[in-house]
């Protein structure tokens, strides 16, 4: 039986407390938040113990799993901070949001304690097709992928959250914050890219916010390009896209729908089950599949799919898409 323990009592939080009440395996036992409403309200829904810090929660009980989801800025320090008392973690997005933290992030996987990132979108049954079908060579050779994000943010999304909107404490905005997932994937299907181009503009909350609300980059996948387009600008959150154009086909992934066009043949419609009862729709259906799965993994010993470096990829990629935009869109190696 794992002990586990929740810092930052939030919206994400909660996703998280509902699955680990579920699993037979875990037993949830305390959390912390600087709010001590908010931990006291997850306290009294779990029958757990309540704390204002992660110093104090972490002295006072004995965890073998902490759950990092605090805003972005906090996440290395606290991964840190457990890692050193031999605690597993499993923390939200971003893992990291600065290349010094990068590498700060990176000096902990090396045995011990170990550290699980939350990209719950490589879980899906939709993402799961595109990828079988991409490793089998069903597809042939991939000529291009594009990734598409619209969603919608307000003023008050980031005003009343006290730390979403400011580049030290958010780390950036549709990017590191909203569409990292979308990145993830694509960097899931083509593996590491070779260099990248991107701008990143504010077009609907100047003098909101000092991160971007919008994105677009150009990704080259060792000669196959890669376009990525990220809004908060629009009026609804649409279900995110991503399209790969092969030799043989065309696969285009919708959320959980699946779409395939063969030359000469009639579009092939896949549609998954969402099962999306935990949480917000646009956030994914795969929490409870990775949460699940990492103590599977701890259970048994075994490599957790998404352990930090199978996460690199995408980090690196990010931090490139930010290091460019800051130099007027000039093309950064990776």
Known sequence: MQKAAIVGCGGIAAVHSAVLNDLPEVELI???????????????????????????MLDAEQIDVLHICTPHYLHV?????????????????????????QQALFQLDDGGARVGVCFQNRYIDATKKLKSMLDSGETGRVLGVRGFVTWHRDAPYYI?????????????????????????LMNYFLGRPDSVEAICTNRHLKGVIEVEDTVDALIDYAGVPGIFYATTAYSVNSPVLIELACEKMTVRMEETEVTIRRPGQPAEHISYPSNC?????????????????????????????????????????????????????KPIAL
């Open 77 to 101: 320090p606290m991964a840190q901070e457990a890692h050193r008392r031999g605690i597993h973690v499993f923390m939200e997005k971003p893992p990291a949001i600065s290349r010094q933290q």
């Open 160 to 184: 009343e959250s006290g730390w979403r909107g400011k580049l030290e404490t958010e780390g950036g905005g549709a990017l590191i914050n909203q569409s990292i997932h979308t990145l993830d």
């Open 277 to 329: 009862n935990l949480g917000k729709d646009y956030w994914g259906a795969g929490h409870y599949s990775c949460i699940e799965d990492f103590y599977h993994c701890l259970e048994k010993g075994l490599p957790f799919q998404n352990d930090l470096p199978s996460v690199r990829n995408t980090l690196d990629l990010m931090l490139s898409v930010y290091e460019s935009a800051a130099n007027g869109g």
């Open 30 to 56: 305390a959390c912390a938040d600087i709010r001590p409403e908010r931990a006291a309200s997850m306290a009294e829904q779990y029958h757990l113990h309540a704390y204002t810090s992660l110093e104090q």
